[in-house]
């Protein structure tokens, strides 16, 4: 009877032997590797190479920025007083503009606009003209923010557009006639604000122009390309 016991007894002890070493050699591999993996981080961050592929990463993030240069054009709609006195007319424009992930979702512009607006049949008949012809060249600064952000699109990038602009405005119109409130020449600020939208390498834009007596509203597009990186 006692034989058949240790029998079984005998390959249980056996096993449960065998699991504690198993254990034991189980626990102090795991201590080795740990201490190993924690010895290797302390020499790595100690050492020169790593500092230096740390530096190099940090001069990796360094902004990228470009100059672009535009060129378009659009329609110019004549509202409020200004409709008195102007037809809609179509128009040219030119852009410099600073682009960089430094200061992104921000570009800067510089804009000249040039437009010349015919006066309303209405106008010149009631005054007695032939002829009556608003000319305004307007450059100023330019301010877009990018919606790429809030609206993530593959072909469009949508953006807010500001501007403040000086404009000199020139009237053409019959000889030894005056007009009160209307000079032959004048200047005068414009404030804008608007919003567009950029497909591929064009921007395309609505805005609405203050301008005093002289406010209009702008639909334009351009073309843009770059001329110097850095």
Excluded: C, H
Excluded at 86 to 109: D, H, Q
């Amino acid at each position: 009877m006692k034989t058949q016991y240790l029998k079984l007894i005998l390959p249980v002890l056996l096993i449960v032997i065998t699991a504690g070493i198993n254990s034991q050699v189980l626990l102090k591999d795991r201590s080795d590797v740990k201490y190993t993996l924690n010895s290797a981080s302390k020499i790595k961050s100690n050492s020169p190479a790593f500092a230096d592929s740390l530096k190099k990463n940090l001069i990796n993030k360094k902004s990228i920025s470009a100059l672009f240069l535009g060129f378009g054009g659009g329609l110019a709609i004549p509202v409020s007083k200004f409709t008195e006195t102007a037809n809609p007319r179509f128009g040219i424009l030119g852009r410099m503009e600073f682009s960089s992930t430094g200061i992104f979702p921000f570009v800067i512009g510089a804009e000249v606009n040039y437009y010349s607006y015919n006066s309303p049949d209405d106008f010149r008949a009631i005054n007695i003209l032939s002829s009556y012809r608003t000319k305004i060249l307007s450059f100023g600064l330019n301010i877009d923010y990018s919606l790429s952000k809030l609206f993530r699109s593959s072909f469009t990038m949508p953006f807010l557009t500001v501007d403040v602009k000086s404009n000199n405005i020139k009237r053409e119109f019959d000889e030894n006639r005056t007009f009160e409130g209307l000079a032959l020449t004048e200047s005068k600020v414009s404030v804008g604000a608007g919003i567009g939208f950029t497909l591929f390498i064009l921007d395309f834009s609505v805005k609405y122009n203050y301008m005093k007596d002289n406010s209009f509203v702008s639909v334009t597009t351009k073309t843009k390309f770059p001329i110097i990186r850095f």
